[in-house]
């Protein structure tokens, strides 16, 4: 099983949702704070593999959520 992100304006939210629902597609809505955590998830399984993280990236975060750095 593969999964798949897909942005979609708040408008077209229902659409999306009716048309998953006829092709039988399992669909989740994502809060900010889900695809950011899900986000740096990612850039931390990254830097794992490569040891490099980019610096900016993890101070944008912080940033972000109110750290000063």
Known sequence: M?????NVPDKDESVVAELFKK?????????DEELE???L???????MKSE???????YAYFRKH????
Request: aromatic share 2%; glycine share 6%.
């Open 52 to 58: 490099d993280v980019p610096l900016e990236n993890v």
């Open 2 to 6: 593969k999964t798949i992100i897909v």
């Open 37 to 39: 955590d899900k986000l």
């Open 41 to 47: 998830a990612k850039w931390i399984k990254e830097g």
């Open 66 to 69: 109110g750290v000063d750095c």
């Open 23 to 31: 092709l039988h597609l399992k669909s989740r809505v994502l809060t």
